[in-house]
């Protein structure tokens, strides 16, 4: 099969000039024709300088509409997504040029309403008018990634940070990001206002703009549909992306914790450059994904199986000339990104096939318990008081089950009354039997209503989970008509687009020959004049040509500044680790610490065994652990309390590394913690020694210590004894 690629989708927005912006008299500098796809940035520094015009799949000017933003670059994408393909949608630009308001819009008036939102809506009306042998499971997440760090906005504990993951089939992943299925549009705003009010929680405890982090919005429409009694299952994924603002950090002047920030966010959308540049140049073997959290996890988007849109969000006026013209630029490189799209059929992670088993085991266990009786009892005189307790035998009809459980329940409950009253009134039985009778005749009643209570509780869950699953609503035969008017509307636009694109080259053709016909000379002045001509557009496009040279080297010059000042930046940070090295940590526990951390590939990170005990994650568990307790009610708390208890009255733990692996000092022989010891001085480097810091650096930390190291605290957690 020949393989598909398709480019990712790029268009241009433009926000109008705000308020500010008119009262401080700037002028707009873009001219948007939407006609053409073309944006035009004058340069108004340099008024006879060429104006830079860029072409792009679409354009959306000041005037632009939520509703057609969305119509023409979301709406083919969500409906790609349900019917199987991977989307992404992002908006990419400088702060304040309008992505949040192209992705999320405001809920009031409703037109101003942005992608996210309208894409809700949009899901849920296609289930609706889907055929009915066709069943969805919709699930949503949401994350921000700020400082590369990973936060579940939809989890109790959003400041746990998470880790990215790769399954070879599935690609990459969140591990233990929550994900809730969802029934309807409502639901899914619910979640998206839980993780917007998260976000802000985030963003007032860290700083106060929301803007610094970026966020993803995945929707998940799982698909089963029954062709010719067999199941067909296929997943779509959508990704909603808002970037955090893309400025040069030498711009905002930030220090301290805003130049972390500025240097995360700087570094995340320059790997996002990198990997768009080395997808685009033939040449790269190597495309840098891993070099930031944002890039991994777009991987799937960019050069992968998804179905792109890039939003790139300009504003016009005057003084953002530079940063328009580097988004404009980014933007045009991503036009040349060719991506693979493909349906994701039978993925094994599907969720919704396995809920399927499940509510038919469930259903199956409920018919079983009804035919086998459900507790159905005998009187004491061995007739048949009950036989069976349900006698539904299609489980399918729950709600009848329901109905009849119910019934069957009175019924029971007049029948044993009467039997008891029966057994009172039997004059020739004795107390002692009269009461053993009465009791028997309880413990059936007990084991009947027990019975019955597990049909209810088994029928409650298969609704539970029945409920989870939206269904098409509409006749096979509708929807499948439906189904080929939307395809067949879908084909008139792509037949019109192309069809315009022959009319505009035949133009172009037509207008190229007339040129040629009325420059046809007659005399040799014509032909001097025609030459003449000639050179002078040569000699424009030379200009053209050198000025947009001069530009691509001012272009990379910025470029490699930027990665000089985050060189710097690195090396100042790793001057202070150094410094808090040589200066506060023991030589003993630097030499331990670098002989036994080792690198964990997946995590991306450094770790040591044992380090959940160390004394600052314990201290968070406590802290973690008194948070967690106020919220509780009273009985809830007691249990916890004493948790708690036992954290506090945690001892110090010292380990020990044995060859069998971390033991508890306390719990090691003397003539063990001495082999340790021996063990740990005569230790060769294990292979992950080669990602280590220099053994120059555990020298220079020996050394620059003139401290006694008995004035250290003791490092809770770590011994080299
Ligand atoms: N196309 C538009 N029409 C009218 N107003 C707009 C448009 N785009 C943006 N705005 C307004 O401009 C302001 C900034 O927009 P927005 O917050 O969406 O920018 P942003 O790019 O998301 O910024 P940040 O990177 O800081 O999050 C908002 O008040 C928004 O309502």
Same mark, same amino acid.
């Given at each position: ?34 006609? !053409? ?27 632009? *509409? ?48 942005? $992608? ?217 490189? +991503? ?7 493909? $349906? ?5 992670? +599907? ?15 409920? @018919?079983?318990?009804? @035919? ?12 048949? *008081? ?19 459980? @119910? ?99 035949? *133009? ?140 506090? !009255?945690?001892? !110090? ?55 006694? @190291? ?12």
């Amino acid at each position: 099969m020949s393989k598909k690629f398709e480019c990712v989708r790029v268009v241009i927005r433009c926000r109008p000039l705000n308020d500010t912006e008119k009262k401080d008299g700037r002028v707009c500098i873009v001219n948007m024709d939407t006609k !053409n796809g073309q944006v035009t940035v004058r340069n108004p520094k340099i008024v006879d300088e060429v104006p830079k015009q860029f072409t792009f799949d679409q354009i959306f000017d000041t005037q632009s *509409l939520q509703e057609n933003v969305y119509n023409s670059t979301a709406s083919p994408i969500v409906e790609s997504v349900l019917e199987g393909y991977n989307g992404t949608i992002f908006a990419y630009g400088q702060t304040g040029t309008g992505k949040t308001h192209t992705m999320e819009g405001k809920d009031d008036p409703p037109t101003l309403r942005g $992608i996210i939102p309208r894409t809700f809506d949009h899901i849920f009306e296609r289930i609706e008018n889907m055929a009915k042998n066709k069943q969805f499971l919709v699930k949503v997440s949401f994350l921000e990634l700020y400082n590369e760090e990973i936060r579940d906005l939809l989890s109790k504990n959003i400041k746990n940070k998470l880790e990215i993951r790769e399954n070879p089939d599935t690609g990459v992943y969140i591990k233990d990001l929550s994900k809730f299925m969802i029934e309807s549009p409502q639901e899914m705003r619910e979640k998206l206002l839980h993780g917007r009010e998260n976000r802000a929680v985030g963003a007032t405890a860290m700083n106060q703009d929301s803007s610094r982090s970026h966020s993803l919005f995945q929707i998940i429409v799982e698909t089963n549909e029954m062709i010719q009694g067999q199941s067909h299952v296929t997943v779509g994924k959508l990704n909603l992306v808002d970037l955090a603002g893309s400025e040069r950090q030498s711009k905002t002047h930030a220090t301290g914790d805003r130049l972390k920030e500025a240097i995360n966010i700087n570094q995340s959308l320059t790997t996002l450059g990198n990997v768009i540049s080395a997808l685009v140049d033939n040449k790269s073997q190597h495309i840098p994904y891993r070099d930031s959290k944002l890039t991994r996890l777009l991987q799937d988007s960019l050069g992968g199986n998804t179905k792109t849109v890039m939003i790139a969000n300009i504003g016009p006026a005057d003084y953002n000339y530079d940063e328009t013209i580097s988004t404009l630029r980014y933007a045009h490189r +991503a036009k040349q990104i060719k991506n693979e799209p493909k $349906i994701n059929e039978d993925p094994k992670d +599907a969720q919704i096939r396995q809920f399927q088993e499940e509510i038919l085991k469930l259903k199956q266990q409920l @018919e079983a318990s009804i @035919e086998g009786g459900g507790g159905g009892m005998m009187n004491p005189g061995q007739e048949v *008081l009950v036989q069976k307790v349900v006698k539904v035998k299609n489980v399918d009809k729950i709600k009848e089950a329901e109905n009849i459980i @119910e019934r069957e329940k009175e019924e029971l409950r007049k029948k044993i009354e009467e039997e008891r009253r029966k057994i009172d009134q039997q004059k020739n039985l004795g107390e002692e039997e009269k009461m053993k009778l009465l009791k028997q005749l309880q413990e059936k009643e007990e084991q009947a209503n027990n019975a019955r209570e597990t049909q209810q509780k088994l029928i409650k869950t298969i609704q539970k989970m029945e409920q989870k699953l939206v269904i098409g609503h509409t006749e096979v035969e509708e929807a499948r008509r439906k189904e080929k008017e939307l395809e067949e509307a879908r084909k008139l636009i792509e037949k019109e687009k192309a069809e315009a694109a022959k009319r505009s080259l035949e *133009l172009q053709k037509k207008e190229e020959f007339n040129l040629e016909l009325q420059t046809k000379y007659n005399s040799i002045k014509e032909e001097l004049e025609d030459k003449t001509r000639r050179i002078k557009t040569l000699q424009q496009k030379t200009r053209q040509l050198e000025f947009e040279n001069k530009e691509t080297d001012e272009f990379m010059a910025k470029e490699i500044e930027d990665l000089q000042m985050r060189k710097r930046e690195i090396l100042q940070e790793v001057k202070l680790k150094q410094f808090i090295l040589d200066y506060f940590i023991p030589p003993k526990f630097l030499e331990t610490m670098q002989m036994l951390a080792f690198y964990n590939e997946p995590a991306e990170a450094w770790t040591i065994q044992g380090l959940d005990y160390s004394g600052k994650m314990t201290k968070n568990q406590i802290q973690q652990a008194l948070q967690e307790q106020q919220q509780l009610n009273a009985t809830d708390q007691i249990n916890s309390e004493e948790k708690l208890q036992e954290l506090l !009255n945690h001892p !110090n733990v010292y380990f020990a590394y044995t060859e069998e692996g971390l033991v508890r000092e306390e719990q090691l022989a003397p003539q063990e913690k001495k082999k340790v010891q021996k063990r740990l001085q005569s230790a060769k480097k294990p292979q992950s020694a080669k990602k280590r810091p220099s053994s120059k650096r555990i020298e220079s930390a020996k050394k620059s210590v003139n401290l006694q @190291e008995q004035n250290y605290p003791k490092a809770k957690g770590l011994s080299s004894k």
